[in-house]
């Protein structure tokens, strides 16, 4: 293979790596606890779009239950979120083969 071909190669999965981080920004990953009762969206890039807790879980003699829902639908979210990271960067690499004369580290 020549240095043209290898140079094609690296431009065309520099390319597709592109396009796989444009996609992982638009994902949204949704998490939930206590039956639904608490949810929280986090953006491709793990920042918060939004949260809501039902109503009825408003007590203020005890927020520490709301503290543990809001952080178990975050820790949801957030795996939810590591999954579909996953993902668009297997559907992205999918069908590169390595370079001739690069071998994998293990």
């Known amino acids: 293979m020549d240095m043209k071909e ?3 190669q690296a431009q065309q999965m520099q390319g597709k790596l592109a396009e ?3 996609k992982l920004e638009e994902i949204e990953a949704e998490g ?3 039956g639904g009762m608490v949810k929280v969206v986090l953006k491709g890039k793990g920042d918060m779009a939004s949260m809501s807790i039902d109503p009825s879980l408003i007590d203020p003699n005890d927020a520490e239950i709301i503290e543990d829902l809001v ?7 957030r795996r939810k979120l590591e999954v579909a990271h996953a993902d668009a960067m297997k559907d992205a690499t999918s069908g590169m083969g390595m370079l001739p004369g690069f071998k994998m580290p293990f």
């Open 32 to 34: 939930t606890s206590g």
């Open 20 to 22: 796989a981080q444009e």
């Open 6 to 8: 290898i140079m094609r």
């Open 71 to 77: 952080k178990a639908a975050h820790d949801d979210a």
